[in-house]
């Protein structure tokens, strides 16, 4: 099982973050690719790892950066509002240790006043064994 470990020195302050590149889906690229379309590069993010959040969330500038289309529509709830009417889409997640996750329920949101681009939400982590150690300071991510 491919895992990374990664230092904080303020693990409790930042929470859980990590650099990661997203991603389209591998059948899009596919089919882009037959289609002699353009195909945007992944994109570098900041990403918080939020085991509160039920699926993942990007950024806006993210999507645009990618080009891509929304799959559907949902309603979500945040800490400030109810009934948050947000794009979803398929993207892939590449992890420091090059283990690609896919998810098809990303939620497109702004992550205002934040120092990240993205949350990764259970969609993703029930692919994983998420380890926080505060003592050590570290988090481990096993794919």
Same mark, same amino acid.
């Given at each position: 099982?491919?895992?990374?470990?990664?230092?904080?020195?303020?693990?409790?302050?930042?929470?859980?973050?990590?650099?990661?590149?997203?991603?389209?889906?591998?059948?899009?690229?596919?089919?882009?690719?037959?289609?002699?379309?353009?195909?945007?590069?992944?994109?570098?993010?900041?990403?918080?790892?939020?085991?509160?959040?039920?699926s993942s969330?990007v950024n806006? @500038? $993210?999507? #645009?950066?990618?080009?891509?289309?929304?799959? %559907?529509?949902?309603?979500?709830? !945040?800490? /400030?509002?109810?009934?948050?009417?947000?794009?979803?889409?398929?993207?892939?997640?590449?992890?420091?240790?090059?283990?690609?996750?896919?998810?098809?329920?990303?939620?497109?949101?702004?992550?205002?006043?934040?120092?990240?681009?993205?949350?990764?939400?259970? @969609? $993703?982590? #029930?692919?994983?064994?998420?380890?926080?150690? %505060?003592?050590?300071?570290?988090? !481990?991510? /096993?794919?």
């Amino acid at each position: 099982m491919p895992s990374f470990t990664i230092g904080l020195s303020n693990l409790q302050q930042t929470g859980p973050i990590l650099e990661i590149q997203i991603a389209i889906p591998r059948d899009l690229f596919n089919v882009l690719k037959q289609n002699n379309q353009p195909i945007s590069n992944p994109i570098k993010a900041i990403a918080l790892i939020d085991t509160g959040a039920t699926s993942s969330v990007v950024n806006p @500038d $993210i999507i #645009r950066a990618l080009g891509i289309s929304p799959t %559907g529509r949902i309603k979500i709830s !945040t800490p /400030s509002d109810t009934d948050v009417d947000c794009n979803q889409f398929k993207l892939a997640f590449v992890f420091p240790n090059n283990v690609i996750i896919e998810s098809s329920d990303v939620i497109e949101a702004p992550l205002k006043g934040q120092p990240i681009q993205c949350l990764l939400g259970r @969609d $993703i982590l #029930r692919h994983a064994v998420f380890i926080y150690n %505060g003592y050590m300071q570290q988090i !481990t991510y /096993s794919v």
